[in-house]
């Protein structure tokens, strides 16, 4: 079993910066792919950005293309996003995940139901 434990979420101002982590234990991921979703009141949960760990590629939400950065530590087992220029649309709370196989197709790493293992997950409140 995989545990992936979010850290980081909390309130603050339109324009302000956050960088949360992820922090990933328990039997070593056969895949070197993980996301970060995120899900607001009565919305569904949508993609913000993945990362490979070993071919180095990322990929965002256009929303938040050119604010958000995710980057991984391989010694710490930890994934980070790292979030600037917060906009009030931002809010929501934030997961990370990991899928227990690599996936193909074409931009499956957008899809939710294509990740085995979640975090609980951590808000992220940005006021206007």
């Known amino acids: 079993q995989v545990q992936l434990v979010e850290s980081g979420g909390g309130l603050v101002q339109t324009g302000d910066s956050l960088r949360l982590s992820c922090a990933a234990s328990g039997r070593t991921l056969s895949t070197s792919v993980m996301g970060w979703f995120r899900q607001a009141p009565g919305k569904e949960r949508e993609f913000v950005a993945a990362i490979d760990w070993s071919d180095d590629w990322k990929y965002y939400r256009d929303s938040v293309k050119g604010r958000f950065t995710v980057s991984r530590d391989n010694v710490m087992n930890t994934m980070y996003l790292e979030m600037n220029s917060l906009e009030p649309e931002d809010t929501a709370v934030y997961y990370c995940?990991?899928?227990?196989?690599?996936?193909?197709?074409?931009?499956?790493?957008?899809?939710?139901?294509?990740?085995?293992?979640w975090g609980q997950g951590t808000q992220v409140t940005v006021s206007s």
């Open positions: 995940a990991a899928p227990q196989t690599m996936k193909y197709g074409s931009r499956w790493y957008e899809r939710s139901r294509e990740y085995d293992y």
